[in-house]
């Protein structure tokens, strides 16, 4: 049944549970709240509801924070990222016609991708700003208050409600594929820039989307790429009429290399090294289809001829690495696959231990997919629902269903920190002829990377 009314942000709130324990001051517990045009009853009422919930869940499972609260017509989820500090969000249900009556379609959301919104809310606050406490701790009440006003406004509107499928649980990094001698270059490139700049203590690269290298503990690269990839960050501090020419040189830095008193713009991150947090600058050069993301002193922040020398070294090496070939191949070979497995199988990849992620059923080209809109969404339904069984279980997993109203096989499996998902055509008559020709498929695709059990 295709929705009518897609979903949509009902609030989005933070608050402290310590403030306001008395009547007349309750409302001091409330740190932000989006839409901050809702009235102040309105907003102790959603904050009175998360707490009533958070309590009475607490009864039954003291280390298990209550993870999403169902309604007719909403959704709502919570988190408590550091002690005392708790978030939530709920969003309404989308809305289809069923012979002239609006139905709430409750599986179009699923609690998962919805809760992921959240971790991702929280993680890249703290990774521009610090965690709360510490905001809090160092600001105050008040100051906090502010910062959070400031960060959400914009990040608001980031937040994708809209497609709440297992695709955004996912959280992976879309690595690009290299070859050993390409590998060697970034390695070698990596190496010298660091040594050529001290004051450059970490890099992130990505081609096209895609990651090629990081320095950076795995959850602050992943907060960093999606930041990167995900947010158009760019637009922020160049217009797009800026954006578009620039070719070669600093996207996040200087504004003008060439005058020694230009303004510099970059950003402050919070990331963690050895257990340890860490306050840098982020600035970023781009050229030749890449980013490169470096994490400098903050006492060379301002340092124009740092930037400068810079700016010539990358422009010097940035070329021999060649990574818009590569990730043109990798482009091109991805559309190849998608074309080829359009028919016979559609995978869905994740690894937790290096967050690599692929994905061959979303479409990679404009119309590539011809799967109806509505049936792909219950594809994805379907695919949720049994993440949602093979995480509950310990071990290898394997799970194999299929859609009634059209007879697509959806197999889901999950082996050791690995889950795959697959589509397979209706034709296949039996369940032992769908394992088949998901093994025959899974050794094709994930030869030494995806074990199973025949």
């Not at 009902?10 to 309750?26: A, C, K, M, S, V």
């Not at 102040?40 to 993870?67: C, H, N």
């Not at 890249?124 to 510490?134: E, P, S, V």
């Not at 020709?437 to 994930?446: G, I, L, S």
Request: net charge negative; hydrophobic share 40%.
């Amino acid at each position: 049944m295709a929705a009518c009314e897609p979903v949509q942000l009902q609030d989005f709130f933070i608050y402290n549970n310590t403030f306001g324990q008395r009547e007349e001051n309750e409302h001091e517990k409330l740190f932000f709240f989006h839409p901050n045009t809702a009235s102040l009853g309105t907003q102790m009422y959603a904050v009175g509801l998360s707490e009533a919930v958070v309590q009475f869940t607490g009864q039954f499972a003291q280390d298990t924070p209550p993870k999403a609260l169902h309604a007719q017509k909403s959704r709502r989820t919570f988190l408590n990222p550091e002690p005392n500090f708790w978030m939530s969000m709920s969003v309404k249900l989308p809305v289809a016609l069923e012979r002239g009556n609006p139905v709430h379609l409750e599986e179009d959301v699923q609690d998962e991708a919805l809760h992921v919104q959240l971790v991702e809310a929280y993680e890249m606050f703290k990774l521009f700003n610090g965690t709360l406490q510490a905001n809090l701790e160092s600001r105050g009440r008040e100051q906090l208050i502010d910062l959070l006003a400031c960060f959400f406004k914009d990040f608001i509107h980031a937040l994708n409600v809209k497609t709440l499928s297992v695709v955004e649980t996912f959280r992976g990094l879309q690595f690009l594929p290299l070859d050993k001698l390409s590998y060697m270059k970034i390695q070698s490139f990596v190496h010298l820039v660091k040594e050529r700049f001290p004051p450059i203590k970490h890099c992130l690269i990505i081609q096209g989307g895609s990651l090629v290298w990081s320095g950076l503990e795995q959850p602050d690269t992943r907060t960093l790429y999606h930041y990167l990839t995900k947010l158009h960050v760019f637009e922020q501090f160049k217009t797009p009429q800026q954006a578009s020419k620039v070719k070669s040189g600093f996207v996040i830095g200087p504004e003008d290399i060439d005058d020694v008193h230009s303004p510099v713009i970059s950003v402050l991150c919070h990331i963690t090294v050895s257990g340890e947090p860490v306050v840098l600058n982020l600035i970023v050069y781009q050229g030749f289809g890449m980013k490169c993301c470096f994490l400098i002193s903050p006492k060379h922040n301002k340092d124009i001829v740092f930037y400068q020398k810079l700016n010539q070294f990358m422009q010097e090496h940035v070329s021999r690495l060649d990574l818009d070939r590569a990730g043109k191949e990798a482009r091109r070979s991805d559309a190849a696959a998608a074309l080829v497995t359009e028919q016979d199988f559609k995978y869905l990849y994740l690894n937790h231990m290096n967050l690599a992620h692929k994905c061959t059923f979303m479409p990679l080209l404009p119309g590539m997919d011809r799967t109806p809109r509505e049936t792909f969404l219950q594809h994805l339904n379907l695919m949720g629902k049994l993440q949602t069984t093979i995480l509950k279980e310990q071990g290898e997993l394997e799970i194999i269903a299929r859609l009634a109203n059209d007879d697509t096989w959806v197999v889901a499996t999950k082996s050791d920190a690995r889950e795959l998902y697959a589509i397979l055509p209706k034709s296949l008559s039996n369940l032992s002829a769908v394992h088949e020709e998901f093994q025959k498929h899974a050794a094709a695709h994930f030869f030494n990377i995806f074990f199973m059990n025949e």
